[in-house]
Structure formats: C-alpha cells, structure tokens
C-alpha cells in the first residue's frame, strides 16, 4: 500500500492555519480527517475559568451596586478569557478595582504559571465614585467541554459561582477531501484540514498533537489479551499487514466494502446533523427562539454563523455560547 504523504503547510496566519495530506488511499482521506477532527476538538487540553466568587454575591442573577453589567453579564465576559497553564493548577487568581473606570483583564494578578493571551478582553465597567469590584477567579486544566455538575461534583463554598468549562483551545475545525492521481489512478484522496485555535496553541501543535494521539490510540491496542490464540490465528495480523494493497499503478473499481468505508466520516456528521434541535437538551427559551429563527437542526445551525445566531430575537450572546457549547459535544462548530 502506498503511504501518504507528511502534511503540507497550505497556509498560516495568526492562530489559524490550513494543512494537506496527499496520497491517502482511496477512503482514508474521510476516516482519517474525521478521526483527527474529533480529537482536535475533544482531547486537546486547555485552561479555563471554572468558578468565580464576587465579593458582596450570593448567585449569577445578581446586579452589583455602581456595576454597569449585571452578574451574567461579567461572567459572560470571564467565560471569554483565554489562558494557558505551565502545569495543571488549579490557580486562584484575584481581580480588584474601585471607582469610575473600565476593568480589563489585564487587572487580574496572576501568578507565574498562569498567562493570560488576551489582557484587553473587557470585564466590567464602574460607573460611581464609591463602587467597587473584587472577584475571584479559579482557573484550571482539562479537555473538551466539562458541564459544571461534573466539574464540581463537591459541594462548594456560599457565593462561589461554578461554570461549565470549554477547556478546549480550537475555535474552529473541518476537512476536506478530494481525489487526486496517483499514478494511473485517480480515486486516491487529498486531505485539508482547516483548524483555528484561541492563541494558547498553533493550529500547527494543534494538528500534531491530534496525530500523536491517534498513534497512542491505535498503539494500545495492537495484539490481543488472550494468553492463547486458536492455531489458525496465529500470525494472522502480520500475514495481512504483510499483503500490500494495490498500488497506484493497477487501477480498479472499488467493491461496495471499500466504498462505504470511504464515506464512513461523511456518514457519521450527516447523522448528526440530522439531530433535531428539540431532542438536545437546549433550555426551551433557546429552543423557541431557534425555532422562530427557522433553525430545527443541528445541520441548521452549522450552517449559521455566530453574528447570523445573535440577529435572532431572544437568542443574545449567553444563548449563543451555550449553543456553541452543545454544537461541541455533538462534534460540530458554526460556520
């Protein structure tokens, strides 16, 4: 069988960056691209703010005296910081400021572990002489996207407000294949992968990390537990490693097998992109509001953008973030 290529930079700019992988035997570009878009989504670690405690509040739904933005609202704005951890917390980290000024993220005093890529990131605004804001921040290291019932499943101190965690440092991530010849043929596959990360990572660390991964993956469980192997068995996997696949140079048509494996990745989204809004577990004043906005499925809201989200009435920026949110846990991004 011929092995494909090493990837190709296509493109790198800022914190997002294209990828080519050439000669991929006929389906692999599909099984490959869509296993390593899955791990880039849901298995690379990050930091993230896990709980926050504000001086003087008892729960989210809060406002604060001389405050402009309500409780939400800032947490909103936390929920925007990204950071990066030397190792894996967690970290407490202290926010104060008083009187009439704008807070940014550059104000929280961190320790040397923690770095924060966007300092700039608006927190609050105080709006009187005498108002004041003192906030406490936990921030730690995990992967994917944690719901705060699992990320805290102890009970925590009055006031302390817990967070559902996107550790997850991909803002973005999709593949492509096409064909391309290979010798006399011309069903071997190309593959792109398009990824963007929050900055904590190269899309370039991004990609190798995921392919370090799926090595580690498939490493463990080459062989089997049996101490003993019917006779026949015996040397099977390497007889079959041993028979190559044609090469590129005894073209043929692929039988029925091969062919659904080469849409097995395809397959698998459409599925998902068929699951209707109503049957995720989106709160009911999300799911009015999409349904307003015509969108039924999960497909709909792939094919929306973030700004496309934020013109339906209802909808508002916490509403999109819990629909990103859940988009991640089925795999998919917006638009």
């Given at each position: 069988m011929i092995l494909p290529s090493k990837p190709k930079i296509v493109r790198e700019e800022g914190f997002s960056g294209a990828y080519?992988?050439?000669?991929?035997?006929?389906?692999?570009?599909?099984?490959?691209?869509?296993?390593?878009r899955r791990i880039i989504l849901s298995s690379l670690p990050g930091a993230a703010v896990t709980s926050v405690k504000i001086d003087g509040v008892s729960h989210e739904f809060s406002t604060i005296s001389g405050v402009k933005e309500d409780v939400i609202a800032i947490l909103l704005n936390v929920r925007k910081l990204n950071f990066k951890l030397l190792d894996n917390g967690p970290y407490e980290c202290v926010l104060s400021a008083k009187g009439v000024t704008g807070i940014k993220a550059k104000s929280i005093k961190l320790p040397s572990q923690v770095e924060l890529l966007n300092p700039d990131q608006h927190i609050a605004e105080l709006t009187e002489k005498n108002a004041s804001l003192v906030m406490t921040l936990t921030i730690g290291k995990g992967l994917g996207y944690?719901?705060?019932?699992?990320?805290?499943?102890?009970?925590?101190?009055?006031?302390?407000i817990t967070l559902d965690a996107v550790?997850?440092?991909?803002?973005?991530?999709?593949?492509e294949v096409e064909n391309m010849r290979v010798g006399d043929r011309t069903d071997y596959n190309k593959?792109?992968?398009?990824?963007?990360?929050?900055?904590?990572i190269s899309p370039r660390e991004a990609l190798e990390a995921a392919i370090h991964t799926m090595i580690q993956q498939l490493k463990a469980i080459v062989?089997?537990?049996?101490?003993?192997?019917?006779?026949?068995?015996?040397?099977?996997?390497e007889k079959m490693a041993s028979h190559a696949a044609p090469d590129a140079s005894e073209a043929g048509v692929m039988d029925e097998e091969d062919t659904a494996d080469m849409q097995e990745g395809k397959e698998d989204d459409r599925e998902a992109l068929k699951i209707r809004i109503d049957s995720i577990d989106l709160s009911s004043r999300l799911s009015n509001a999409l349904e307003k906005g015509?969108?039924?499925t999960?497909?709909?809201l792939a094919r929306k953008s973030e700004e496309d989200l934020l013109k339906i009435e209802g909808l508002g920026e916490?509403?999109?973030?819990?629909?990103?949110?859940?988009?991640?846990?089925?795999?998919?991004?917006?638009?």
């Amino acid at each position: 069988m011929i092995l494909p290529s090493k990837p190709k930079i296509v493109r790198e700019e800022g914190f997002s960056g294209a990828y080519e992988i050439d000669s991929l035997y006929p389906g692999y570009g599909h099984t490959l691209g869509n296993s390593l878009r899955r791990i880039i989504l849901s298995s690379l670690p990050g930091a993230a703010v896990t709980s926050v405690k504000i001086d003087g509040v008892s729960h989210e739904f809060s406002t604060i005296s001389g405050v402009k933005e309500d409780v939400i609202a800032i947490l909103l704005n936390v929920r925007k910081l990204n950071f990066k951890l030397l190792d894996n917390g967690p970290y407490e980290c202290v926010l104060s400021a008083k009187g009439v000024t704008g807070i940014k993220a550059k104000s929280i005093k961190l320790p040397s572990q923690v770095e924060l890529l966007n300092p700039d990131q608006h927190i609050a605004e105080l709006t009187e002489k005498n108002a004041s804001l003192v906030m406490t921040l936990t921030i730690g290291k995990g992967l994917g996207y944690v719901a705060k019932e699992v990320l805290h499943k102890d009970k925590v101190d009055v006031g302390t407000i817990t967070l559902d965690a996107v550790f997850t440092p991909i803002r973005r991530v999709n593949y492509e294949v096409e064909n391309m010849r290979v010798g006399d043929r011309t069903d071997y596959n190309k593959l792109r992968i398009n990824i963007e990360t929050n900055g904590t990572i190269s899309p370039r660390e991004a990609l190798e990390a995921a392919i370090h991964t799926m090595i580690q993956q498939l490493k463990a469980i080459v062989g089997f537990q049996e101490d003993r192997l019917p006779e026949e068995a015996k040397g099977m996997g390497e007889k079959m490693a041993s028979h190559a696949a044609p090469d590129a140079s005894e073209a043929g048509v692929m039988d029925e097998e091969d062919t659904a494996d080469m849409q097995e990745g395809k397959e698998d989204d459409r599925e998902a992109l068929k699951i209707r809004i109503d049957s995720i577990d989106l709160s009911s004043r999300l799911s009015n509001a999409l349904e307003k906005g015509n969108i039924r499925t999960l497909g709909g809201l792939a094919r929306k953008s973030e700004e496309d989200l934020l013109k339906i009435e209802g909808l508002g920026e916490k509403g999109v973030l819990e629909v990103k949110e859940k988009l991640a846990e089925y795999g998919i991004t917006l638009k």
